[in-house]
Structures are given as structure tokens and as C-alpha cells.
């Protein structure tokens, strides 16, 4: 059977939350009726928020479901912009949902460079934020490519100081890691089903007491008003079965497997990135030098591992990471390779994935030293 090892890119549905889905969408109701079916699904959705909103340690009430991690990105950014921000400091290693939402806004946008662990440099932040009118400060969590954690706490208070307003793009670091949204002291904080063990389509806004946020979708008045439209009471079912579900021991224990990996790697002449900084348990972006990302991804495909390029855009083409160059590894940027384990991931599926690309790159490279010599 062929091994799975993208899990960044989507998780598989646990089957807590496909039963959660199947259960719920097998009732009928509308949380919005009164009647005692619309009483049901009502529950539904509150409960599907208590449990959303416990995974990142934050109340019921701060939270808004929307249809996706993007779109709960674009909640946030569009507020803080209609809310008064004057300009938008992003991150250099953001996810597209955020640095675009930013750049379609209309206001400056600055970008916050990152060293070449892949972490946000602070001394720059605080520079920036005295030297400029009220900023949204985006910053993720945890990177999708790298899986490098950023200071966001110290961050927090940076941006809090300055009177801004920050942004935490959660949605990878979600069901990996323990998050303490009142904690880390963020305004507002974008989660999505899909990385979690939900199914795809269902996000969420958490919003601290700072943050006022804006209607995006006018009509029948759902989630207080902020986003019409009947809410996907089963997609918010398999969400919070899944949120209830997040085993971070299960996520931790990959760790020592994914660096025996990156030792492998390492020893055949690949690079990590993002090693010297804290990361995700469950995710290892290297380089394979002069073996393009591509060339990677298909060759590990036809040996049954499913990996990523470290960028991929919407048709499928793989392009340079970005997220390499931003490191200022432009050199290996066209070489990166993501592997991404989940909640169903093994030893032997890390063990299976480096015997599977080991033997590939030595080709690889046996080729071109022929095609050199030639
Ligand atoms: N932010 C990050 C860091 C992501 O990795 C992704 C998905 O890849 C998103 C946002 C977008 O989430 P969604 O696919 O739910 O729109």
C-alpha cells in the first residue's frame, strides 16, 4: 500500500470525525430553527465551538467558524484593516493566504525577514514598530515547509506595546503542538479542520477582547453576525471530533523518528532547513541538492511514498520554495523536499519513506557524475 507522508498538506479524517460527519449528517436541521431538529443541530455547533475553542485554550465565545483556514486569515486581516491599522508587517516565511490577503488590501505592506533558521528576527520588529503609524503584524505559528516555530509570545507583546494588533496564522501548528491562545497573547488566531484530522472546508477565527471584528458575509446574521450563511453543522461536527481527538504524545513521539531521517538525509549529502530552530514534531523540509524538487516528489510517487515539493501552487506545478529563499538559501531552494507525518503516522512509515528516497538521490547522483565525466 502506498505510504502517505503529507500530512501538512491535508490530514487524514479520523474516523472519530468521519462518524461525527456521517452521525450529523444523517439529522436534519438548520441551527437557526427553532423547533426541537433546529434545537439539535444548534447543539451541534455550539459544542463543535467549546471543543474548537479547548484545543487552542481559548472560550467559546472567541471563536467564529468559517469555511476554511484562508478565509478565517482573511476575517482578521480584512478587520484589523477596517478596524484602523495603517499597515501590514508579514512575515517572510507566511502562508499565501495571509501574504496575499495583505497585499490585496491596499495597504503597505512590509515584509519581516526570517534568519536562516527560519525564525522571525524580533530586534527588527521592534525597530519597525516604533518607526511607523499602528500595525497589523502578521506571524504564524508554525511553518507549513520547515515546520519552524516563531516567537509569538514575545512577538505579542512587541506588537501589544506599539498599540498593534497580531495576527497567528495557527493552522499548521494546531493538533501538533500545545497552544495557549490567552497565553501567547495574540489578538486573533486562524485554525482549519483539515490539518487537524476534520475534513476540509470547515475554518476558524479565535479572537482575543482587542480585536473588533467585521461581517465578511451579509444575511441571516449567523456567528453574531460576522459570517451569514447556515453553518456546515457536520464539517463542525468532524472539526471538534477531531479537535477532541488531538493526541500531542502521539505527535511528540515522532520527533527522534523524523531526525533519524534528517540524519539519513544528511549523510547522503541532503540539507535540512529550519534545524537549528524549534519545529514540529512530525515535519522535515531538506534540500536535496541538484535533484530538483520535482524530480523528487515523483521518483518517491512511483516508489509509493506521497511527499511534497516544499511549494506547490493550485495546478500542481512545483516552483522554487520560497520559503527557502527566505532563509537565504536560494541555492537550495529548487531542491526541497517536505515529508509531514499525522496522528496515524509509525516508525516504519519514517523508516520506509528514507529507504524509499535514499536509493533515489544515490542515483540521482550517480547520473550526474556520468553525465559529467561524459
Ligand atoms: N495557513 C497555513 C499555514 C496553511 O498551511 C494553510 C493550508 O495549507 C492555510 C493557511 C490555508 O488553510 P485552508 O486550506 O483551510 O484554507
Redesign the pocket.
Known amino acids: 500500500m502506498a505510504l502517505y507522508m503529507d500530512w501538512?498538506?491535508t490530514a487524514k479524517v479520523r474516523p472519530e470525525a468521519i462518524d461525527a460527519i456521517a452521525r450529523t449528517l444523517a439529522e436534519v436541521g438548520n441551527p437557526s430553527s427553532v423547533h426541537a431538529a433546529g434545537r439539535a443541530a444548534r447543539a451541534v455547533v455550539e459544542t463543535a465551538r467549546a471543543d474548537v475553542a479547548g484545543l487552542v485554550g481559548a472560550a467559546p465565545a472567541a471563536v467564529t467558524f468559517t469555511g476554511?483556514?484562508?478565509?478565517a486569515?482573511a476575517l482578521a486581516i480584512e478587520s484589523a484593516v477596517i478596524a484602523g491599522v495603517e499597515r501590514i508587517i508579514v512575515g517572510a516565511t507566511e502562508?499565501e493566504?495571509?501574504v496575499e490577503t495583505a497585499k490585496a488590501s491596499g495597504l503597505p505592506v512590509e515584509e519581516w525577514p526570517v534568519d536562516r533558521r527560519g525564525v522571525a528576527d524580533l530586534g527588527w520588529l521592534a525597530e519597525r514598530l516604533t518607526a511607523g503609524p499602528r500595525a497589523l503584524v502578521c506571524l504564524?505559528l508554525a511553518?507549513?515547509e520547515t515546520g519552524v516555530i516563531q516567537p509569538v509570545a514575545e512577538a505579542a507583546a512587541l506588537v501589544r506595546a506599539a498599540d498593534g494588533w497580531l495576527h497567528v496564522?495557527a493552522?499548521?501548528a494546531a493538533g501538533k503542538i500545545a497552544i495557549d491562545f490567552n497565553g501567547l497573547g495574540a489578538d486573533t488566531m486562524?485554525l482549519?479542520a483539515?490539518?487537524v484530522g476534520g475534513p476540509?472546508g470547515v475554518?476558524a477565527l479565535i479572537a482575543g477582547p482587542r480585536a473588533r471584528l467585521t461581517r465578511r458575509l451579509h444575511g441571516g446574521g449567523q456567528e453574531r453576525g460576522l459570517r451569514s450563511g447556515t453553518e456546515n453543522v457536520a464539517g463542525l461536527a468532524g472539526f471538534a471530533a477531531a479537535a477532541r481527538a488531538v493526541d500531542l504524545d502521539a505527535m511528540a513521539a515522532q520527533d527522534p523518528w523524523r531526525d533519524a531521517l534528517a540524519e539519513r538525509v544528511k549523510a547522503a549529502g541532503g540539507a535540512v532547513l529550519g534545524e537549528g530552530a524549534p519545529r514540529l514534531p512530525q515535519t522535515l523540509c531538506f534540500a536535496a541538492p541538484g535533484y530538483a524538487s520535482e524530480l523528487q516528489v515523483i521518483g518517491l510517487d512511483l516508489a509509493g511514498v506521497m511527499v511534497s515539493a516544499g511549494a506547490a501552487c493550485s495546478s500542481g506545478k512545483v516552483k522554487a520554495s520560497r520559503i527557502a529563499q527566505a532563509m537565504g538559501e536560494d541555492a537550495l531552494a529548487p531542491f526541497v523536499v517536505r515529508i509531514s507525518g499525522g496522528w496515524g503516522t509509525t516508525e516504519a512509515d519514517w523508516v520506509r519513506a528514507g529507504e524509499a528516497w535514499a536509493p533515489l538521490y544515490e542515483r540521482h547522483r550517480a547520473r550526474q557524475l556520468a553525465t559529467a565525466a561524459a
Open positions: 501538512n498538506a476554511c483556514g484562508t478565509e486569515d502562508h493566504a495571509v504564524m511553518n507549513n496564522d493552522v499548521q486562524a482549519s483539515h490539518k476540509q475554518g
